[in-house]
């Protein structure tokens, strides 16, 4: 248990579908990240939010849309998804954006399947 | 940020010591190592962060050369349990923005 949930741990949905993915941390940490990882490829950071405020968009296609109400929830709002966003989408928080405050608590994930 | 490279995978057996090395030559003066451990289909977890000389926890240690341009993850005596990627992280300290970014890390498989 590291202190960040995240729901639904599984989603399988259409092209045409809109779902959305959630997390939610109780270690009272200001930023939030979402993470995606395919299949042998490794973790690529797709959106930081910090109080509440998005600092980083890594050229993430606008078929995922955040938002972060407050510095403990944070959502991937899902729409028109390809096949290739296939993935096991991950949530975590830190106390900070600085690197030396310490780690990245991550949730166990939400595994998205698109058919 | 600075770009790391480290081994795609080891193999050890049980009881063993594990080093991973991680090389990092373009670490800036506020850069912060950060190692971090990964199962299949579980986020990350931290494992052990330095910025220079020697960090023990009670994990791992982590060992960084006076020019910090590498560092080495010891795992002592290893467990079929620590089977597991293992990625190596460079982060901007204090006052600088931060955005950690995971390379391919290196899969260590433990046996029997």
Redesign the interface.
């Given at each position: 248990e590291?202190g960040?949930t995240q729901t639904p741990r599984h989603l399988v949905m259409g092209m045409t579908n809109k779902k959305s993915l959630k997390c939610e941390q109780h270690l009272g940490h200001n930023a939030m990240?979402w993470?995606k990882q395919s299949a042998k490829k490794?973790?690529e950071?797709m959106f930081?939010y910090n109080f509440k405020e998005q600092?980083?968009n890594n050229s993430v296609p606008s078929r995922f849309s955040p938002e972060c109400p407050n510095s403990s929830h944070l959502f991937l709002h899902l729409h028109t998804l390809q096949p290739e966003d296939s993935a096991?989408y991950?949530?975590?928080s830190s106390q900070?954006?600085?690197?030396?405050?310490?780690?990245?608590?991550?949730?166990?994930?939400s595994?998205l399947t698109v058919l | 940020l600075a770009k790391t490279t480290q081994p795609i995978s080891m193999d050890s057996y049980e009881g063993q010591e594990v080093n991973i090395t991680c090389s990092h030559n373009n670490i800036a003066t506020n850069d912060y190592i950060t190692w971090y451990q990964q199962f299949p289909s579980q986020g990350p977890r931290f494992i052990i962060q330095g910025y220079k000389t020697k960090v023990t926890n009670e994990v791992a240690s982590l060992f960084i050369p006076a020019d910090r341009k590498s560092s080495t993850l010891s795992l002592p005596r290893v467990s079929l349990s620590d089977t597991a990627v293992y990625y190596c992280l460079v982060a901007r300290g204090s006052g600088g923005y931060n955005k950690l970014i995971f390379g391919a890390g290196t899969r260590l498989a433990v046996h029997p």
């Open positions: 590291t960040v990240y993470y490794p973790l950071l930081v600092t980083e096991l991950l949530c975590a900070g954006l600085a690197g030396n405050t310490g780690e990245l608590f991550f949730g166990e994930g595994r | -």
